[in-house]
């Protein structure tokens, strides 16, 4: 007589440790900032994303052959996998690209940390199940707060460009917009995550392959160093993050993995004065440290009973996979 009690799974044996995933995570995304910096020496901004989104493409296109699995049907899901392409993908990344043309890559970190800010405020106001709390909504003042130390406001921004600055906080400000977006109409997908990326990601390269011809010219040379930080931005920083992240999400769950987003702009920011020579006044860190403990605040979530069960925090921007369904990217 065969057992009815169903057989347990046996649990998926990883190489390295989550610690050390962790840790890897932090530091590609922490040097993606690098990456575009040196990239957007000798190529020009657009040429920089369609790079990466090339790269990264290629990642997940051989992940998804490795495991088999196919794109997504239905013309409509790619009508919004386009969208989402758009808002997560070809937009942030550009803008980050052109505002790295005027202010250092460790202020385009910073810049990336103010995310779950603009998330917070907009759920608030898109998402009936997010209700605010007292310290969800002290989170969103500290942070703001945070981002006016950074920008020096009492100095009138002096020595502080403008609109370099403003491209990387609009970049910012577009992942949570394409995070929603996605909540509201890919979150009931019965798609693999994985395939919604690669969709997503082939989109996004398709919109940039576009664009750039018709805004740009072709490269006089493809000087060795900035090649390969575009290819290193592509496959470590957009391909290989997505597949570590959501390998994270899956052993340790999604707050634990997000926590990755708070290390970000600290090596971001090391690595931009130790290898690039950029200047820091004193004012950065300090606000860079209000920002990240704000957003901290915005993403805590009262503790649920066994059956409950919080939301899932939102992932971090640079992986811009399709999406964390029910969930930041």
Not at 30 to 49: I, N
Not at 93 to 109: D, H, K, N, R, V
Not at 155 to 171: E, K, M, P, Y
Not at 237 to 251: H, I, K, R
């Amino acid at each position: 007589m065969s057992s009815s009690v169903p057989s347990t799974p046996a649990p998926v044996r990883r190489v390295l440790d989550w610690r050390l995933r962790f840790g890897l995570l932090s530091l590609v995304w922490g040097f993606s900032f690098l990456f575009m910096k040196v990239g957007t020496e000798s190529f020009a901004p657009f040429q920089v994303t369609l790079g990466r989104l090339a790269f990264g493409t290629a990642v997940v296109a051989a992940a998804m052959a490795v495991k088999r699995e196919r794109l997504p049907r239905g013309a409509w899901t790619w009508v919004h996998l386009a969208v989402a392409g758009f808002l997560l993908n070809a937009l942030p990344f550009s803008l980050f690209a052109f505002s790295e043309l005027t202010i250092p890559s460790s202020l385009a970190g910073i810049c990336n940390a103010t995310s779950p800010l603009w998330g917070m405020a907009l759920s608030l106001v898109a998402l009936s199940e997010d209700r605010p709390t007292r310290r969800r909504v002290a989170g969103l003042g500290i942070g703001f707060l945070g981002v006016l130390t950074v920008l020096g406001v009492w100095q009138g921004f002096h020595g502080l460009d403008v609109t370099g600055t403003a491209l990387a906080l609009l970049a910012s400000f577009s992942y949570p917009v394409g995070w929603i977006y996605v909540r509201r109409t890919l979150a009931a997908s019965r798609h693999s995550h994985l395939s919604l990326t690669g969709a997503q990601l082939g989109l996004a390269t398709l919109q940039l392959a576009v664009v750039t011809p018709v805004f740009t010219s072709v490269p006089s040379g493809f000087p060795l160093l900035p090649v390969l930080a575009v290819a290193a931005l592509g496959v470590l920083g957009t391909g290989l993050a997505f597949l570590v992240q959501y390998d994270l999400v899956a052993e340790v769950g999604p707050t634990t993995a997000q926590m990755v987003t708070y290390f970000t702009p600290v090596i971001a920011t090391a690595a931009g004065v130790a290898l690039l020579g950029e200047s820091l006044s004193w004012s950065t860190p300090l606000g860079a440290a209000v920002v990240l403990a704000g957003a901290a605040l915005t993403q805590s979530r009262p503790r649920a009973g066994r059956g409950g069960g919080a939301p899932a925090a939102a992932p971090s921007p640079q992986a811009s996979p399709g999406v964390r369904q029910g969930s930041r990217v």
